[in-house]
C-alpha cells in the first residue's frame, strides 16, 4: 500500500464518519418526536380528572425527553464539530507533505453570512416549541381552574426557549 491509498483511506474514513453522525442525528430526531407523540397519546388517552398525578407525570415526562434531546443533540454537534475540524486539519497538512496546491474559492463566491449550523439550530427551536405546547396542553388539561397553571405554562415556555437559544448562539 503506499501513501496515495493510505491518504485515500483516510478520507473515505472521515466522510463515513461524517455520514454516520449525521445519521445518528436524525434517527435521534425522529425518536424524540415520536416520545413526544407517545407522552401525548397516552395522556390524553389515561388522563383522569383534574389534579390527576398523571399530569405532572406527564409534564415530568415531557422535560425529561426534552432535557435529554438537548443534551444529545449538543454531544452529537459536538462530534459533528470535531469531525469537520480534523478533516480540515488533515487535508491541510496532506497539502503541506504532497505539496499540492490550497483549493480556493471562485471569485465571485461570498463567505456565508451566518458562520453557524442551521439545521442544528432549527431542530433545537421546533424540539422546544413542541415541547412547550405539549407541557401547556398538559397543564391546561390537568390544572383548568387554577390561574398558576397559565403562569406555570408560560414560565415553563420562556425556560425551555431560554435553554434551547443558549445552546444555540
Same mark, same amino acid.
Given at each position: ?19 454516520n453522525h449525521r ?14 407523540? #407517545?407522552? +401525548? %397519546? *397516552?395522556?390524553?388517552? /389515561? ?6 398525578? =398523571?399530569? #405532572?407525570? +406527564? %409534564? *415530568?415526562?415531557?422535560? /425529561? ?6 443534551? =444529545? ?57 413542541t415541547a412547550i ?12 381552574q387554577c390561574v ?22
Open positions: 500500500m503506499d501513501h496515495a491509498d493510505l491518504y485515500r483511506l483516510r478520507a473515505e474514513d472521515f466522510a463515513r464518519r461524517w455520514e445519521r445518528i442525528e436524525w434517527q435521534t430526531n425522529f425518536q424524540v418526536y415520536a416520545g413526544y407523540a #407517545a407522552i +401525548a %397519546v *397516552a395522556y390524553s388517552y /389515561l388522563r383522569g380528572g383534574p389534579n390527576s398525578a =398523571l399530569g #405532572a407525570g +406527564a %409534564v *415530568a415526562a415531557t422535560l /425529561l425527553l426534552y432535557s435529554t434531546t438537548l443534551y =444529545l443533540s449538543r454531544r452529537t454537534q459536538e462530534r459533528l464539530h470535531f469531525n469537520a475540524g480534523m478533516t480540515r486539519t488533515y487535508f491541510r497538512e496532506l497539502h503541506n507533505i504532497v505539496g499540492a496546491p490550497e483549493l480556493n474559492p471562485p471569485e465571485d463566491t461570498r463567505e456565508p453570512r451566518h458562520q453557524r449550523w442551521y439545521a442544528y439550530g432549527t431542530q433545537i427551536v421546533l424540539t422546544s416549541a405546547g405539549l407541557i401547556i396542553y398538559e397543564l391546561q388539561t390537568t390544572w383548568p398558576g397553571a397559565n403562569v406555570l405554562a408560560a414560565f415553563s415556555a420562556v425556560v425551555l426557549w431560554a435553554l434551547a437559544i443558549s445552546r444555540w448562539l
